[in-house]
């Protein structure tokens, strides 16, 4: 089930090539991180954490 497992396999096998088998990761991989950031923007109580400061992180977990 996970993103291009089919397609690898494929690719070892030779029945697919290595720019086909590209081209279908990094669609698929766009288009799973675009379903992600839709179910993110559902959830009410989703806090978006800085992460340039491991210290700020931190306390921010913390704190909550």
Do not use: C
């Amino acid at each position: 089930q996970s993103l291009g497992y089919q397609e690898a396999i494929q690719l070892i096998n030779r029945k697919k090539s290595k720019e086909s088998f590209f081209f279908f990761l990094f669609k698929q991989t766009r288009l799973y991180s675009k379903r992600q950031m839709t179910w993110f923007r559902s959830e009410p109580n989703l806090r978006w954490l800085d992460p340039g400061s491991t210290s700020h992180l931190v306390e921010q977990i913390i704190s909550s």
